[in-house]
């Protein structure tokens, strides 16, 4: 941990990193979350009865959007030339709701974590919107960077190791 934030210039003001003297890396960020809904609801989402249409192709497509737009919605964040973005949405009947596992990936000189969690992000709400005509108690949550690595900083897992596991364990998501 550093003792002072990167973001934050000596004057006090909000500033964008200057990441020019980095060394270019290849970066891969994952990112989790879920939305939880009523059974009923991911039933139809499940077998297509939704009448926006696809819920879950057209969250994958919002999210690959999204991450692709991240600089553009977060004020600090760099442009980054993403070399892929891989989506995984799956239903959970336990929550009952989706999942979803967004993966990010560039060869630059900073992370991709934030296109990642962007991803995830903007898939939830993009399923929320296509089906909230029929569940508008729907609840997006527990959005988290799971795994990242890449840059001066390493390799991070909340995953403890299990960097390929799709979904952490955790009393909230049971």
């Known amino acids: 941990m550093t003792d002072r934030l ?5 004057s006090g003001e909000s500033r964008m990193v200057d990441v020019s003297a980095k060394a270019e890396t290849k970066r891969v960020a994952r990112a989790t979350g879920s939305i939880r809904m009523k059974p009923e609801t ?8 939704v009448k926006k249409g ?3 192709g057209t969250a994958r497509i919002a999210a690959v959007m999204a991450a692709k ?3 553009e919605l977060i004020p600090l964040c760099h442009p980054i030339p993403l070399t892929d973005v891989q989506v995984e949405l799956t239903p959970d ?4 709701g989706i999942r979803a596992l967004v993966s990010a990936s560039t060869v ?12 995830v992000s903007v898939a939830l709400l993009t399923i929320y919107d296509m089906a909230k005509a029929i569940d508008r108690e729907m609840v997006v ?10 840059g001066a900083s390493g390799e991070y897992s909340r995953l403890d190791g299990r960097e390929n596991a799709p979904y952490p364990e955790s009393a909230n998501s049971r």
Not at 42 to 49: D, K, M
Not at 93 to 96: M, R
Request: aromatic share 2%; hydrophobic share 40%.
């Open 42 to 49: 991911l039933s139809a989402i499940v077998n297509a009865q």
């Open 69 to 71: 737009k991240t600089s």
């Open 54 to 56: 696809d819920v879950l």
């Open 108 to 119: 630059g000189r900073t992370g991709v974590e934030m296109e990642a969690l962007t991803g």
């Open 141 to 150: 949550g527990d959005i988290s960077l799971a795994y990242k690595s890449g």
């Open 6 to 10: 990167t973001h934050v210039a000596d």
């Open 93 to 96: 009947e336990s929550l009952p």
